[in-house]
């Protein structure tokens, strides 16, 4: 995670259970990046399996829309930086190996004091 305090965290709790729920919290997270904002997404609980590789891909909230994974690189193209936790990989039956790529990981101890310093934090 970077030295800078970010500017607003969301906490994706959302996962693969809601997909319609997930196209809003990463196009706030573009907006917010794109406007200049330093913003993190911590990924933790059922969300933490989006971070799977192919997960991400075969998820569309809408019938013939975009894939939850197009929405994540729009937020990451826009300068959004994802963080999983690293206690919901184990709860997930998941291990590093098994993330589509690599993202920090930290436990929510390690995590809190920088999504706590955020000047916004959004739970998703």
């Known amino acids: 995670m970077s030295e800078q305090a970010p500017d607003l965290v969301i906490i994706l709790i959302t996962g693969k259970e809601n997909p319609k729920r997930l196209p809003s919290a990463f196009s706030l997270a573009s907006i ?22 192919g997960v991400a891909e075969t998820i569309f909230p809408l019938e013939g829309g975009k894939s939850v994974a197009e929405f994540m690189a729009l937020a990451e193209d826009n300068g959004v930086q994802i963080i999983g936790c690293a206690q919901s990989l184990d709860l997930n039956g998941m291990t590093a190996d098994d993330l589509a790529r690599p993202v920090p990981l930290l436990t929510p101890g390690k995590a809190l004091p920088t999504l706590g310093a955020a000047g916004k934090v959004l739970t998703w």
């Open 32 to 53: 917010a990046a794109a406007m200049e904002q330093n913003v993190v997404m911590y990924f933790t609980g059922p969300p933490t399996e989006l971070l799977g590789k």
